[in-house]
């Protein structure tokens, strides 16, 4: 189909040296020229559940792409957290919520919990509105773009926190300012944090800093 050639021109474009494989970081500057940002871990996690090593062909790429797909990208931690969240509110196990029950599934996730001067107004409930029910699929969904969202908000404050703008590094004496600015609740769990969590490196790069931040997620998520 189309999408299966336009994949497989974008995947020799990449493939330099014309061998028919391409490693770890030319598969991800690949999966970012489709439009999909993806953390590392859900990347290790797909090259690991499809018994792959560290170079890929066609073939695999496509493997972890329709692997990615059936999950929105997450990483295993955070599909299973996911399904857990629609879960628990799909008391009868219908395979269905309402939207005002995927609200507080989000909520209960960790998204939605708090503000950032960042964040965009969200209108994902319109898209419901009329059938207002939402099955497991479509909340996976919902969340993987209440996830990027996020993501596209770390970004502008490591940007903006970081040196030379985000080229260079984010001092740790700056993270506080920081997890403000990425949402606001964030700031009160800061001291017991650092205390439980002593950071030895003085400078932290964007996945470390992604990694502090989704810490704070899921530490505001399990006092909801």
Known sequence: ???????QELFLKHDEN???????????QLF?????????????????????TDVYSFSDFWRILDFLRDREGFSD???EDTIESFQHF?????????????????????????LSVFSEQDHWKEKYAQRGLICEAE??????????????VIRSVYRQKAADKGVGLLA??????????????????HGDWIKQNPISEPLLD???FRKVVEAFRLLVRDTF
């Open 1 to 7: 189909n189309n999408e299966y050639v336009r994949t």
């Open 18 to 28: 014309r061998d028919g494989l391409i490693g770890v970081v030319e598969l991800i």
């Open 32 to 52: 970012r020229s489709m439009g999909l940002s993806l953390c590392p871990q859900a990347l290790i996690d797909a090259v690991k559940a499809n018994d792959l």
């Open 77 to 79: 931690a955070k599909f």
């Open 90 to 114: 799909d008391v009868k196990h219908q395979g269905q919520i309402t939207t005002r029950q995927a609200q507080h599934a989000l909520k209960w996730n960790g998204y939605l919990l708090g």
């Open 139 to 152: 909340f996976l969904r919902i969340a993987r773009e209440h996830d990027e969202a996020d993501l596209k």
């Open 172 to 189: 740790v004496e700056n993270l506080p300012a920081a997890l403000k600015l990425v949402n606001a609740r964030y700031a009160a769990y």
């Open 206 to 208: 964007f996945e470390d």
